[in-house]
């Protein structure tokens, strides 16, 4: 069958996340003016702080409650993401297991917890973000794939996960492609949401409770003083500004962290996704996707995908892109070679959708560690507590970090800070250029990998050996 041309396809795509390019995005807040002082500063308006102010003033509707966001709440990885809120507070079952082993069942019993009172605050604010629990296809498309799928469902079934182990003619009947060997469907543990609009729901919630939020505004230091803390401040006009904070949450993931400790522990990685334009009647029936689970292969370098609320696909993932330094620019957003490539991959897995075109294209940063899920902290004398390396599941973990860091921050000894996932920090990556060396060779083997029916060579079968494997 000859296949479009991805580029035909990918034309007419807008180079921006479909998420935020719609006429409901929020107005901007104003900028912070002047000094001001606040009980709780919270530092970045992405899930994470959104979370962490919304539980806060719940807990405390008298504790004056100021966030703090460079550019709009929402406008980074939190509004461009997959939209796939997941259970998993470890990434993965397999990882929480390797890692976790003395604690796992109390992290998976968090992990529902936590997507249960997601879905609730959803319900109980109002917030339009098109939340399914849907549940997840995991799906092989080399024969080797399918062993890790049998495996993967024993141990979803040892702790008591919904599963089905799917052959192919069972698989395609949910989703027709004729790359599908088998599948794995974990029924109740993921959700489909539309990102961007949880994010603006939050920032709602936020601010009718009274949490003030000035978008806009950089934290571009922070000092002691005194009890308190002082966080230097400049705003969109360059006027700059101070806040006085009894405390300071900071959540800012992957971007340049406040504190130089974490500098070393927390990596950059580009993802890029397509969005196609809306399917038609036809089209949909060609590939069935009646239960609309979200989707994921089970290679190494690996595809996601969905349908949205208005019928369209989803499909990112594959190309994880780090670069010198921990560099961030608004132009590595744009990579016409992984665009090609995810446009090649999506008419592999669904010829039948020859027609259709793209409608947007966009990429963007993600935090990640060397043990694959969020680690934290506290510092200042634990006048701030801190949380990253979420690495592409923090849709659902960032609820769950923002109550550990409200414990942290509050100097509380709770079940959550005496977790070992709590306490326990990730190996730090080497400074460059062994950094940047290391990650390509890792990425280079995991591609060879995937080319050589799964097998692994020395480097990553030396990187298994000191437990940081990667586990996608």
């Not at 705003?235 to 971007?255: C, S």
Request: aromatic letters at 10%; charged letters at 25%; hydrophobic letters at 40%.
């Amino acid at each position: 069958m000859n296949l479009p041309h991805p580029g035909r396809a990918l034309a007419d795509a807008v180079r921006a996340p479909y998420w935020l390019d719609r006429p409901e995005r929020p107005d901007p807040l104003p900028p912070l003016v002047g000094p001001t002082a606040a009980d709780l500063l919270v530092v970045g308006g992405g899930y994470g702080g959104l979370w962490a102010a919304l539980l806060a003033k719940r807990a405390d509707p008298g504790r004056d409650v100021l966030l703090l966001e460079a550019g709009s709440c929402g406008w980074a990885a939190s509004g461009r993401n997959g939209g796939f809120c997941a259970a998993s507070l470890t990434h993965g079952l397999a990882n929480g297991v390797h890692r976790f082993p003395d604690e796992i069942d109390e992290l998976e019993r968090l992990g529902r917890e936590n997507l249960d009172a997601i879905a609730a605050t959803v319900a109980e604010y109002g917030i339009d973000c098109d939340f399914e629990r849907t549940g997840e296809l995991a799906v092989a498309v080399e024969p080797y794939q399918l062993e890790g799928l049998a495996e993967d469902v024993a141990l979803a079934r040892r702790y008591g996960h919904d599963v089905s182990l799917l052959d192919a003619d069972e698989v395609r009947a949910e989703v027709d492609s004729p790359t599908y060997l088998g599948g794995l469907w974990d029924r109740d543990r993921v959700a489909m949401l539309d990102p961007a609009r949880l994010a603006w729901g939050l920032r709602r919630a936020c601010l009718d409770l009274g949490v003030r939020i000035h978008e806009h505004t950089r934290v571009t230091g922070l000092r002691r003083a005194g009890a308190a803390l002082h966080a230097e401040t400049t705003g969109a006009d360059g006027i700059p500004g101070v806040v006085r904070a009894d405390r300071v949450v900071m959540a800012t993931n992957a971007f340049p962290p406040l504190l130089r400790r974490l500098r070393a522990r927390v990596v950059p990685v580009y993802d890029y996704a397509l969005m196609t334009e809306p399917l038609t009647p036809a089209q949909r029936d060609a590939i069935g996707w009646r239960n609309r689970q979200g989707l994921a292969d089970t290679g190494n370098q690996f595809h996601y995908y969905r349908i949205t609320g208005d019928g369209r696909i989803l499909f990112g993932g594959y190309d994880a892109v780090y670069h010198y330094g921990n560099r961030m620019a608004p132009a590595l957003e744009q990579r016409e070679a992984t665009f090609t490539a995810l446009a090649a991959h999506f008419f592999t897995t669904f010829p039948q959708l020859a027609e259709v075109r793209f409608s947007h294209r966009w990429g963007g940063v993600i935090d990640t560690c060397t043990r694959f899920c969020a680690f934290f902290g506290t510092a200042y004398d634990g006048r701030l507590a801190y949380a990253a390396g979420y690495t592409g599941l923090g849709v659902g973990a960032t609820r769950f970090g923002a109550r550990v860091l409200l414990d942290l921050v509050a100097g509380a000894d709770t079940p959550l800070t005496r977790l070992a996932l709590v306490r326990d920090k990730p190996l730090p990556f080497p400074p460059e250029p062994a950094r940047a060396v290391g990650i390509g060779l890792t990425r280079w083997s995991l591609a060879r990998a995937d080319a050589r029916q799964g097998r692994r060579n020395l480097w990553l079968r030396t990187l298994d050996r000191f437990g940081l494997g990667f586990d996608s």
